[in-house]
């Protein structure tokens, strides 16, 4: 069971291995979330309760009980780094002898990788190869069998706030589960939507929540950047709250049946009606106004994160997709204002790949994360393992990053 607990809804997914080991997803369920504000548990009843709501309906779609979990971290309580470490291929000598690489040799660099100092309160959450290099040949993602004396691998490692952790272990099992494991909620989603070819290109996931705007690198199969931007749905939300004078859950409400973020021409769009409150009768609106309330926020969420990857991600060019998950990917117009943002048309909606099951909302971009928790490359060390149940119509990304780095470097 892949269960994440996010600011505005809890997604819960359940997936059993078919007779040739590939997952096939039996139920899903979403419901509303408690305790949490801006990613971040705040009140671990309200939490729990929330919780146990989201699993017994999953697990009634279902049919079967669930007794162990993996769940997500993510938000700002999560940060990343890269980092590099060696080791000598024959460590039983000083002569430096050329050996054939092991997994054991590939073992101790990546833990030489792991020798720095950490922030305190932080713990190491995940430790990633991007790629290996024998004495001075080329970088490689697998140096198994290959000859050599020194190996060196680069590494990007996942870092989580520790008492998040905790805390987020403690509401599983007080809601009466056991934890398997706990993983980044943007590299999660990050296997869940992006296509291998897209990973090895160069692509950027943006996952758009109710309280946080999170991102990730991904290249050469591998994360090497992650961020997050303190803003997200939520603010969207608000500014329609107070536009309108409206309360905030009516403004939810229209924003979902009804926002957009994106009209063209002279398109008002459809009519909208506000309900009245107390002696106020309702108001009568049209799209075309709700979406100038809301396009300049989410254009603002999107500059933001784009100006944290050009400031931080030492990066030249990309060659894949920029893909959109989260709640906020579902707004109507936000890939157009993605790719107006961004200078490109290779902008898509993150859709999960078809796992059976006769209803498919699993597939929608709010459950990327929980079904990357089903996607067994994050469970173990090393994430080189080929994809199973991986979509083959993956879209060709242009080379759509390449103008847009040059222009910023």
């Known amino acids: 069971m892949g269960l994440d607990i996010g600011t505005t809804f809890i997604k819960t997914v359940i997936g059993e291995l078919d007779e040739d080991d590939n997952v096939s997803i039996i139920g899903f369920a979403k419901k509303p979330s408690q305790g949490?504000?801006?990613?971040?548990?705040?009140?671990?009843?309200?939490?729990?309760?929330?919780?146990?709501?989201?699993?017994?309906?999953?697990?009634?779609?279902?049919?079967?009980?669930?007794?162990?979990?993996?769940?997500?971290?993510?938000?700002?309580?999560?940060?990343?780094?890269?980092?590099?470490?060696?080791?000598?291929?024959?460590?039983k000598s000083d002569n430096y002898r050329t050996l054939e690489i092991t997994e054991a040799a590939k073992g101790r660099a990546v833990g030489a990788s792991t020798a720095i100092s950490i922030p305190m309160g932080m713990k190491m959450l995940h430790t990633i190869p991007q790629e290996?290099?024998?004495?001075?040949?080329?970088?490689?993602?697998?140096?198994i069998g290959t000859m050599g004396k020194r190996l060196?691998?680069?590494?990007?490692?996942i870092l989580a706030n520790g008492t998040s952790w905790q805390n987020l272990e403690q509401c599983i099992v007080r809601a009466g589960y056991e934890c398997n494991g706990v993983g980044s909620k943007t590299l999660m989603a990050a296997f869940a939507t992006i296509h291998e070819d897209e990973m090895d290109l160069g692509s950027i996931l943006i996952d758009m929540g109710g309280g946080t705007t999170d991102v990730i690198v991904m290249n050469k199969g591998a994360p090497v950047f992650m961020a997050s931007i303190p803003v997200g749905g939520n603010l969207v939300t608000n500014d329609i709250a107070r536009v309108k004078d409206i309360h905030?859950?009516?403004?939810?409400?229209?924003?979902?049946?009804?926002?957009?973020?994106?009209?063209?021409?002279?398109?008002e769009g459809e009519e909208v009606i506000?309900?009245?409150?107390?002696?106020?009768?309702?108001?009568?609106?049209?799209?075309?106004?709700?979406?100038q309330i809301i396009q300049p926020r989410v254009e603002e969420i999107l500059k933001m994160v784009r100006s944290e990857i050009v400031h931080h991600a030492n990066l030249t060019q990309l060659n894949g997709s920029i893909v959109l998950t989260g709640g906020g990917a579902k707004m109507p117009g936000v890939v157009e204002l993605a790719q107006c943002v961004w200078g490109t048309s290779s902008v898509r909606v993150g859709e999960v790949s078809d796992?059976?099951?006769?209803?498919?909302?699993?597939?929608?971009?709010?459950?990327?994360?929980?079904?990357?928790?089903?996607?067994?490359?994050?469970?173990?060390?090393?994430?080189?393992?080929?994809?199973?149940?991986?979509?083959?119509?993956s879209e060709k990304g242009e080379n759509f990053l390449r103008k847009f780095w040059n222009n910023f470097f």
Not at 132 to 140: K, N, S
Not at 152 to 157: C, D, E, Q
Not at 255 to 267: H, M, P, R, Y
């Open 36 to 91: 949490l504000r801006n990613g971040v548990i705040v009140n671990i009843d309200a939490a729990v309760a929330a919780i146990n709501a989201s699993i017994d309906a999953a697990e009634q779609v279902a049919g079967v009980d669930v007794d162990s979990v993996f769940t997500a971290i993510g938000g700002a309580q999560v940060e990343s780094l890269n980092s590099e470490g060696d080791t000598v291929v024959d460590d």
């Open 132 to 143: 290996y290099f024998v004495d001075d040949l080329p970088g490689v993602k697998d140096p």
């Open 152 to 157: 060196k691998v680069k590494v990007h490692i």
């Open 248 to 267: 905030v859950s009516v403004a939810e409400k229209i924003k979902v049946e009804s926002g957009c973020c994106w009209l063209s021409g002279n398109d």
């Open 274 to 291: 506000i309900p009245g409150v107390g002696a106020r009768p309702p108001e009568e609106t049209t799209q075309y106004e709700l979406c």
């Open 355 to 393: 796992m059976g099951g006769l209803d498919k909302g699993y597939r929608e971009p709010d459950f990327a994360t929980a079904v990357g928790l089903l996607d067994d490359r994050w469970k173990s060390r090393h994430s080189s393992a080929s994809r199973k149940n991986v979509s083959q119509n």
